[in-house]
């Protein structure tokens, strides 16, 4: 079945720097790439997706980068501050009709984004 | 737009009881999906729920079972609870299939089996 993989599992910076949490995914055909964070005490919130037929989306301090040929896509967080920290975690669909016991969105184990002021 | 609803946010009970969990996904949305989230294991997919009908299942025993309502309200339930049951569920809603459109996830319950 599908594997995403997510590296690294903590990371900690300084308050001002970049931080970059990357995933790869095993299957070709995924076509859906969302990025969640998730506060202490909540569930996970969406906060970038980008899809295939895109290679880069950037919404303010956030941004997204796909390789599909590699099969890897990372996140992009500029001037880290400390409302950033969180575990950040990433996904990767499946093509509708393979869902079956995995769902239809695989997801990363999960890094947790310390920000230091 | 109110968020994804679950409740309720803690529950405490012993092994052996069964227990109950409500999901009101956003408006207009008609899939749920709940996930089982604990440390080691991360987010674990358990079913999904489009228009009343399950759509998918993930490997988790029979003792977990839901169900969604024409309002597209959804419950889960497990029943012969064991302490490795102890984890924070969370549900989810997207406006269709899961497989291509945004999930949007509720804060959660926290389930504790002593």
């Known amino acids: 079945g599908e594997n995403v993989e997510q590296h690294p599992s903590t990371l900690s910076v300084q308050e001002g720097d970049s931080a970059v949490i990357k995933c790869t995914y095993s299957?070709?055909?995924?076509?859906?790439f969302p990025w969640y964070k998730q506060e202490l005490g909540k569930g996970p919130q969406l906060i970038i997706d980008?899809?295939?037929?895109?290679g880069e989306k950037k919404d303010q301090r956030i941004a997204v980068t796909l390789n599909k040929t590699a099969k890897h896509f990372s996140l992009h967080i500029t001037e880290t501050q400390p409302e950033d920290s969180a575990v950040y975690f990433c996904?990767?669909?499946?093509?509708?009709?393979?869902?079956?016991?995995?769902?239809?969105?695989?997801f990363g184990k999960g890094t947790k984004l310390s920000v230091k002021p | 737009k109110a968020g994804v609803t679950q409740t309720p946010r803690y529950l405490i009970k012993t092994r052996g009881q069964q227990v109950t969990l409500s999901c009101s996904p956003i408006?207009?949305?008609?899939?749920v999906s709940w996930y089982q989230q604990t440390p080691g294991q991360g987010l674990q997919f358990l079913f999904e729920?489009?228009?009343?009908?399950?759509?998918n299942k993930g490997n988790f025993p029979g003792r977990f079972s839901g169900r969604q309502f024409s309002n597209s309200r959804s419950e889960m339930n497990v029943s012969t609870l064991e302490l490795g049951d102890s984890a924070l569920y969370l549900c989810?809603?997207?406006?269709?299939?899961?497989?291509?459109?945004?999930?949007?996830f509720g804060n959660g319950t926290r389930l504790t089996v002593t």
């Open positions: 980008i899809r295939s037929n895109v």
């Open positions: 996904a990767a669909s499946l093509t509708e009709n393979y869902g079956g016991s995995q769902g239809n969105l695989i």
């Open positions: 989810a809603s997207s406006f269709v299939s899961s497989y291509n459109s945004p999930l949007h």
């Open positions: 729920y489009f228009s009343e009908t399950q759509r």
């Open positions: 408006s207009g949305h008609r899939s």
């Open positions: 299957d070709s055909a995924s076509n859906y």
